[in-house]
């Protein structure tokens, strides 16, 4: 039996796209015959406290195999609002990882490392060739080039240095994973062998949960956002969006949490939206369940080049529940949704435009239930992770080059 060490930053039972992406990886390859483990963090996102809760441990397959699963305890506390606690937070993981890695590698045929962030790839890929395990990255994310989009200026002294490691990174793996076409180019312009194997490997959904979803729609026509306030996230557009639709009697729901959902809570709350209505944070079932049971999802990130060219993993959930998307992202991520009549996407998309097309889907009827038909014809051939990790076990197999 092929045994594998997946490292990843985020992991069960922490919500978010990342957690999940490698959730599902767990879960499947144990499944598919592939003995694998975890290499990962004490679940902290957003914050420590909600997994004290048993509500967050509800996978019971996971839970059987806490063995397989092993946690890097730190010093420091990785959701901290400094960026040089952060900084000192990830090099101590760094460490952690490195030592487990030297100490363990002989156990396992294969080790598939994500980014980001990229301490964890930069402990593995150094010793590469000191090691029995190929080395498999996993990019979900273009870094360092979504740091730069952040505008922290004292990280542009350093661009060289980070420029270099993030080459350094895709040259020194064995192998190439990412989760969204729109990063294949970047990458390759910066591999010295082109040839390298690389695999696409979209965020999915499983066939559990969608079996488990049967939800009806609310009643009245509701738009919803779910997810991260953070750095990426236009919170501003948001809550100007969220007024507008209040003004025009549309209902707006929303989940939000980081770093500026409360900022975000406590200006709809001034302002007295009686048509906008925010909800805890769900477990991630419960929150599927929320978004299926809505029409319209929205996603918005803030208008940066670097920004636009990601597919965030709500877009991906909602499009498999057959929700229709409306975004403001641009390059191959809105012509996957445009092409392929999943909703609405346009780069760095204005208000006016953004509510113009909410409007449209309430009013026409017909549009609204083509969007739902290709989102879910379109969930079955692609975003399915019971198939996709197929692709994945054909990439493990494939010789070392």
Known sequence: MKRVLLVTQNFYPEIGSGANRYKNIFSLLNKNGIDADVLTSNPSYPNATMYQSDEY????????????????????????????????????????????IKKHHKKYDAVIVTSPNIFMPLAITPIKDQIKSEVILDIRDLWPDSIYALDIKWIN????????????????????????????????????????PMLYLPNSINQNELDEIKTKKVETFTVFYTGNLGFAQNSEELLEIAVKLNDLNIKFDAIVYGLHANEFKQKVKSLDLSYVTIYDVLPRLDCLKFMKARHVSLSLLIEDDIFMNILPGKIIDSISLGVPVISNIGNEASEMIND???GFAKEKA?????????QRLKDNHELYSTYQKQSLNYTKKHLIWDNNIKSLIGLMDKERQ
């Open 340 to 342: 392929n009549q999943l």
């Open 157 to 196: 002294l350093f661009k060289p240095v980070l420029n270099y490691l993030e080459r350094y990174m895709y040259n020194h793996s064995t192998k190439i994973v990412y989760n969204h076409k729109g990063f294949k180019n970047h990458i390759l312009k910066r591999l010295k062998q082109k040839s390298k």
């Open 57 to 100: 441990w509800n996978d019971r397959f996971i839970n059987d195999r806490s063995s397989q699963i092993h946690r890097i305890s730190t010093l420091l506390d990785k959701q901290s609002k400094s960026h040089i606690k952060r900084i000192i937070y990830y090099l101590e993981v760094m460490f952690h990882t490195r030592r487990f």
């Open 350 to 358: 204005s208000v006016d435009e953004i509510i113009q097309y909410i």
